[in-house]
């Protein structure tokens, strides 16, 4: 089992830019996959970038150029460096673990606010 805690939002101004940070409890080398999900109020939760395979990464259409993804697996963290962020960035940011035996982790989310 691991642990997942996020870190790293708050509120900003349009144009801005926060770092997102998601320490995980061990190592994370039985973890297939690893990424960022965000749910905005009245909407489903969706992916917004992910590695997969490896080192390979994907991301969401609307956060193309301007979000990266990264991690330290020394540290067992993964980050989200968001820049030009948009109100509709608006949302709670989940960190999301998927074993190599296809069991799925949450953290509990980190608010990030866009003002406009």
């Known amino acids: 089992q691991v642990q997942l805690v996020e870190s790293g939002g708050g509120l900003v101004q349009a144009g801005g830019s926060l770092r997102l940070s998601c320490d995980a409890s061990r190592s994370t080398f039985n973890i297939n996959v690893m990424g960022w999900y965000r749910q905005a109020p009245g909407k489903q939760r969706e992916l917004v970038a992910v590695?997969?395979?490896?080192?390979?990464?994907r991301y969401a259409d609307s956060v193309k150029g301007r979000f990266t993804i990264s991690r330290d697996s020394d540290k067992n963290t993964m980050y989200l460096q968001m820049n030009s962020l948009k109100p509709e960035d608006t949302a709670v940011y989940y960190c999301?673990?998927?074993?190599?035996?296809?069991?799925?982790?949450w953290g509990q989310g980190t608010q990030v606010t866009v003002s406009s």
């Open positions: 999301k673990a998927v074993s190599s035996f296809g069991v799925a982790y």
């Open positions: 590695f997969s395979s490896g080192d390979s990464t």
